[in-house]
């Protein structure tokens, strides 16, 4: 079964930092792509930052330079490191995952974690 459970949201002001910390089960070595999304309040989802099984990294246009996304397999967790917050950064943040390989099975995702509030202050 497949559990992804986000903590390190909160309340910051703007120009501050946080760090979010993803859990994931199995292994986070299972899983092809993981990383984050965010949704503000009547706005869609959008991709934050993920990264691959062999590093690779993609940002949204807007966080880059500021974010930074890692992956602790050894912890089976996934961060996200959020410096030079703005207002505009406030949303709830999920984790996600995508593809969870098994052997030589493969399942297909998208997972997500319930998510976790972040609130930037002006």
């Known amino acids: 079964q497949v559990q992804l459970v986000e903590s390190g949201g909160g309340l910051v002001q703007a120009g501050g930092s946080l760090r979010l910390s993803c859990a994931a089960s199995?292994?986070?070595?299972?899983?092809?792509?993981m990383g984050w999304y965010r949704q503000a309040p009547g706005k869609q989802r959008e991709l934050v930052a993920t990264?691959?099984?062999?590093?690779?990294?993609n940002y949204l246009d807007s966080v880059k330079g500021r974010f930074t996304v890692s992956r602790d397999n050894a912890k089976n967790t996934v961060y996200l490191q959020m410096n030079s917050l703005k207002p505009e950064d406030t949303a709830v943040y999920y984790c996600?995952?995508?593809?969870?390989?098994?052997?030589?099975?493969?399942?297909?995702?998208?997972?997500w974690g319930q998510g976790t509030q972040v609130t930037v202050s002006s």
């Open positions: 996600y995952a995508d593809t969870l390989v098994v052997g030589t099975l493969w399942y297909r995702g998208p997972y």
């Open positions: 199995p292994t986070t070595a299972s899983f092809n792509t």
């Open positions: 990264m691959s099984r062999d590093g690779s990294t």
